[in-house]
């Protein structure tokens, strides 16, 4: 049974930063793309983040998330993070991971499509 579980998540003020991680457990997934997607409140759809492919060498960005967002994985504690800089209030939503063996599933941004886990997800809140 694999298991993703987000942390890191927390109330902060605008311009500030968080460190968000991923963590799994189960089965090691250092041959998985890994991802970052979110859901703002009174959203009914999940939004792409950021993604990137087994070996960290690439990554994808959502164009909100270029200039102040960076995702990284370290294998060895099977885990990936998001940093998060200059968070704006427009960041408030739950932050969920979720792992593929294919990393052109996350090409589309769809949250629909079919990856293979997900996370539970972390609350993140900006205040102004």
């Known amino acids: 049974q694999v298991q993703l579980v987000e942390s890191g998540g927390g109330v902060v003020q605008v311009g500030g930063s968080l460190r968000l991680s991923c963590v799994a457990s189960?089965?090691?997934?250092?041959?998985?793309?890994m991802g970052w997607f979110r859901q703002a409140p009174g959203k009914e759809r999940r939004e792409f983040v950021a993604a990137i492919n087994w070996s960290g060498g690439s990554t994808y960005y959502a164009e909100f998330a270029k200039s102040r967002f960076t995702i990284s994985r370290d294998n060895s504690k099977n885990a990936m993070y998001l940093q998060m800089n200059n968070l704006e209030p427009e960041d408030t939503a739950v932050y969920y991971c979720n792992a593929d063996t294919d990393p052109s599933t996350y090409y589309s941004g769809n949250p629909a499509s079919p990856y293979d886990y997900w996370g539970q997800g972390t609350q993140v809140t900006v205040t102004s």
């Open positions: 189960g089965r090691t997934l250092d041959r998985y793309a």
